[in-house]
């Protein structure tokens, strides 16, 4: 019985084009950041970005099978400027790692090179009605990406995983009664970014994301890392540790990843 686990049922991301034609679309996630490549954009920094989270945005935390995923109303947490044309609003936090003593995990690679895992932070255009509306529009979300480097131990994220045992398995879902300010993720240094229009890296993979990819990686203990494996979900041969839910770099086609930073 084929389980629902969209990285390990098949041949994974290499098939999802057979369900999703988009995988082989011409704005798809994620990509290689080939840093001779990259252009600097003035206007990026002319128009910093800016990024606001508050202390009461975080209500509840989900097993979605595929990752833990902290949901947000988005009060008080907004998104504009940058690349941005209009206002998102923050919707939740995700991420996506890999296996133990490998050196892959993250899904956006700088000079080929993978990070042990990556951070989303996802944002929906309030031009639209709620995330639903925006999700499948090519102005629809703005994902903060944000690479984890092993290093010193991050408390803060910490208290997310604390929450991990309390969401064993897929739809799991507990409250989070605690403040949490998802600006604790981000990197000392957030004006360094790249960014490019791409896509959902998960099915439906739809091109509606506009990507800011934070240059500085966060730091987290290695012991961090390996308590994202704790998380579990279904496979063909059973429930098992969650890893390896990330999705290759695809092809950019013929897009420029812009810096806003020389
Ligand atoms: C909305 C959304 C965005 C990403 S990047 C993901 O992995 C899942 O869902
Ligand atoms: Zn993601």
Redesign the pocket.
């Known amino acids: 019985k084929k389980r629902g686990n969209i990285y390990l049922s098949g041949a994974g991301p290499s098939a999802w084009h057979e369900e999703y034609p988009v995988a082989k679309g011409k704005r798809q ?1 994620p990509v290689d950041i080939n840093t001779n490549k990259t252009k600097f954009d003035p206007k990026l920094a002319a128009d910093p970005l800016t990024i606001r989270f508050s202390d009461s945005c975080c209500q509840s935390i989900v097993n979605t099978g595929i ?1 833990f995923q902290v949901t947000s109303n988005g009060a008080g947490c907004e998104l504009s400027g940058g690349p941005l044309d209009s206002t998102y609003q923050f919707a ?1 936090f ?1 991420a ?1 790692w890999g296996a133990y003593l490998k050196t892959t995990g993250s899904e956006h690679t700088v000079d080929g090179v993978s990070y042990p895992a990556e951070l ?1 932070l ?1 944002h929906w255009n309030t031009k639209y009605d709620d995330f639903k509306d925006a ?1 499948d529009k090519p102005d629809g ?1 703005a ?1 903060i990406a944000v690479f984890f480097k092993r290093g010193k131990e991050h408390p803060g994220f910490g208290k997310i995983q604390d929450l991990f045992s309390k969401i064993p398995a897929k739809g799991a879902k507990v409250n989070i009664d605690f403040e949490f300010n998802p600006g604790l993720l981000m990197p000392p240094d957030s004006e360094n970014y790249w960014t490019y229009l791409g896509s ?3 099915p439906p993979l739809y091109e509606s ?1 506009t990507w800011i990819v934070m240059k500085e990686p966060l730091e987290v203990s290695v012991e961090q890392i390996a308590i994202l494996r704790t998380l579990l979900w279904e496979t063909p041969n059973g429930v098992s540790q969650m890893y390896n839910n990330f999705r290759p770099p695809v092809p950019l086609r013929d897009r420029v990843i812009r810096a806003s930073f020389g």
Do not use: F
């Open positions: 996630s990752s939740q995700h996506h989303h996802v999700v979300l994902v959902l890296t998960t994301v």
